[in-house]
């Protein structure tokens, strides 16, 4: 029986692996650098790289790589060997500080928004020393940050740890300013829940559009969906649960804190939480913990399909991001405390996150746009696009109070009690959770609910950070000078709030009125990325990651270009495998199956039969077949048109409001041929086989 405790970390080079394997002095300037940030000298990581080397290779490890996150929206690595020559013919192994310091993969293969020419080949990747080493399939892998020759960033990781260290300052500042003079640090913790589907290798195999897109272009619904709720917390199935079963395992192993796991409301569809980090190592960890969802499955002859929407007509895949701010201290500063009424420090911080969160919303949504999130945002599974906060009744009152300038006594939690005498009261909590909510307060923390599964969040992390640090700074500003700092306190959580309470929704996000409302209160309502991504480049955002030094107004640019191309490559890839299932598969086996109806009509009509029923299924699929035909065209021309079009925007918004929607009603046509059609004469797998056959 495995012993948890033992085998968590095992393959991680972690604290207690340093500290057994680095002479004191070394691992003392280590720990500075990943605590405190402090510069690394060579000699420093010479040791280390020694040390980390004798450990890979006692452990069966014959390489090493350099792990990073490029702008294609998945991780990267380059496998390096150990081996140096050594006399007589013969190797040794061989790792140096320099090796582990710096990499050189090629960046011009990489997405890169103009920067970097094809021609122009050199990047680096460098070791983040916060990030723990570990071995992954007889690999050493150096989790690294990446950048092009002339040092643009490159990759998701660099800006994510630069606004962890801008947050960090103006929050140290800001305590200070409060009398905590013992806070040196302060960091920024994520628990990303992370959603997926499961289904069987030989129906996946079976599918062009999940090998190629990673979600369904066809489909039409089975007879039996979620309506009956059945499946979210239900009893899971014993393949399944071999499945999680290893899976927990080989993310323990990597020191991944998978805690939580259950079934979600769509039928094949799973939920993985862990308990929360640094938003840095989180950010490791989710990419990681996606990466080993993928390959375990492929032990299990599964497939797990990370796409935000596989399956049209039942919920996609989400990924909630759990917030929060924490000194080295141990202090939570978004804890309100059994008296938030009278925690001045809570309610500043609070403050903060209001106005970061109103006047960047735009940001905040464009954080999580993505070709596959435009089909889950506004739908019954997931947030609307239009964001808002909410912040429960408790803390919506204390807010309320401030702004109105009246008095607030906080609410002791009730106890619930059962009326069953063998079963336990126990205390409720303040607030109820509000699952339409795309930002919404639940405790001790922020759940931004409107991730997509499929997403690094690396990016939406930094941008929060990032507004929160840049508001934060400003508070500082106009308080630092004060002689009566409680009373500027006060006044200062009182304007802040009042001119961004617009923000501030504690009802149904999903109904008609509220869209009407956040319309009247000015808040955006971007529905599909094109529309989202546009405002990237405002200059106000601009100006927010230039002055806090996250990125440069060039690598903004670069990133915009980026996310619009991949969108339009994305949504091209779609329409292509689309025509290719529908000219090569569909419309034949369509052809074929009314070839065999006309043939039972003539038949039937020489022996003198009825063939009232054939002839009525012929009808309407000859139909709908000569519609589907010419729905077709329709999409390969739209295809060929979109190649006029050089601006990124202009090509994205095309693809989005004419591409896309032919697309769309060329399925409606496919779907509905489906559904008359004999099932041995489709030729691809129906929803019912994909998402009840595991």
């Known amino acids: ?195 997926y589907f499961l289904i069987d290798r030989e129906m996946y195999d079976s599918r062009p559009d999940l090998i190629y897109t990673g979600r369904t272009l066809f489909g039409a619904m089975a007879p039996k969906g979620q309506e009956l709720d059945d499946h979210y917390f239900g009893s899971i199935k014993t393949r399944v649960a071999a499945y999680m079963h290893e899976l927990d395992e080989e993310l323990w192993k990597l020191g991944v804190y998978a805690k939580t796991k259950h079934n979600e409301v769509a039928p094949s569809q799973h939920e993985l939480a862990p308990i929360f980090t640094t938003s840095n190592i989180a950010t490791d960890h989710n990419e990681l913990t996606m990466e080993v969802m993928k390959k375990t499955a492929e032990k299990h002859g599964l497939v797990c399909l990370l796409h935000e929407k596989p399956f049209a007509g039942v919920n996609g895949s989400g990924k909630h991001n759990n917030w929060s701010i924490s000194t080295d201290t141990g202090e939570n500063l978004l804890n309100p405390g059994k008296n938030p009424e009278d925690n001045l420090q809570f309610q500043l911080f609070l403050a903060a996150v209001v106005k970061a969160v109103d006047e960047y919303q735009d940001l905040l949504r464009i954080t999580v746009a993505s070709a596959g999130n435009d089909h889950r945002l506004g739908a019954n599974e997931a947030p609307p696009a239009i964001i808002s906060m909410y912040l429960g009744d408790d803390l919506g009152a204390l807010v309320e109070s401030i702004i109105e300038g009246r008095d607030y006594k906080s609410h002791k939690a009730a ?46 992390n930094y941008m929060l950070n990032t507004m929160v640090a840049d508001e934060l700074s400003g508070f500082y500003e106009a308080l630092k000078g004060s002689e009566n700092l409680e009373s500027d306190l006060k006044a200062l959580i009182r304007e802040t709030l009042t001119q961004h309470r617009r923000i501030i929704f504690n009802g149904d996000n999903y109904s008609d009125e509220w869209v009407a409302e956040a319309e009247r209160r000015g808040l955006c309502n971007y529905k599909s990325l094109p529309e989202a991504m546009e405002h990237y480049v405002d200059r106000k955002n601009i100006d927010l990651f230039t002055r806090n030094g996250i990125v440069t107004e060039a690598e903004m640019r670069a990133r915009y270009e980026i996310e619009l191309e991949q969108y339009s490559k994305l949504l091209r890839i779609e329409a292509l495998t689309m025509l290719d299932m529908a000219k090569k598969n569909i419309t034949p086996a369509v052809i074929d199956f009314t070839g065999e109806l006309a043939g039972n009509v003539q ?92």
């Not at 339409?436 to 690396?458: D, Q, V, W, Y």
């Open 603 to 694: 038949l039937k009509k020489s022996l003198g039969v009825s063939s009232f029923a054939e002839e009525q299924l012929l009808d309407s699929l000859s139909d709908k077949l000569e519609e589907f035909v010419k729905k077709t065209d329709e999409l390969d021309r739209a295809v060929k048109l979109s190649g006029r079009y050089e601006d990124n925007l202009e090509l994205a918004k095309f693809f989005r409001n004419n591409v896309f929607v032919t697309m769309q009603e060329l399925r409606e046509l496919g779907d509905s041929m489906e559904r008359e059609v004999a099932a041995d004469c489709w030729p691809y797998p129906s929803y019912g086989e994909i998402l009840f056959g595991v």
């Open 1 to 195: 029986m495995t012993n948890t405790a033992e085998l968590f970390g095992i393959n991680v080079f972690n604290d207690r692996k340093m500290r057994e394997r680095l002479p004191k002095a070394t691992y003392r300037a280590l720990k500075k650098t990943i605590e405190n940030g402090e510069a690394l000298d060579l000699s420093v990581a010479n040791v280390v790289a020694n040390a980390m080397k004798d450990w890979a290779v006692e452990n069966g490890c014959t390489h090493y790589t350099h792990w990073f996150q490029p702008m294609t929206g998945v991780t990267a690595e380059k496998h390096d060997s150990f081996i140096s020559p050594g006399g007589d013919g013969e190797v040794i192994m061989e790792f140096s500080g320099k090796e582990l310091i710096k990499g050189e993969p090629d960046a011009s293969s990489f997405p890169s928004g103009g920067i970097r020419a094809t021609f122009e080949a050199r990047g680096y990747t460098t070791w983040d020393p916060t990030s723990p080493a570990f071995i992954r399939e007889r690999t050493l892998y150096i989790p690294t940050a990446f950048c092009s020759y002339t040092g643009e960033v490159l990759d998701k990781k660099t800006p994510l740890l630069r606004s962890m260290e801008k947050l960090s300052a103006e929050a140290v500042r800001i305590l200070r300013l409060l009398g905590k003079n013992d806070v040196n640090r302060v960091t920024t913790t994520v628990g990303p829940e992370q959603e």
């Open 415 to 460: 106890r619930m009690e059962t009326g069953v005498d063998a079963l336990p009261d126990f205390k409720k909590d303040n607030s109820d959770r509000n699952r339409t909510s795309p930002f919404a307060f639940t405790g001790n923390k922020f759940e931004f609910r409107a991730l997509g599964s499929s997403l690094n969040i690396a990016c939406p």
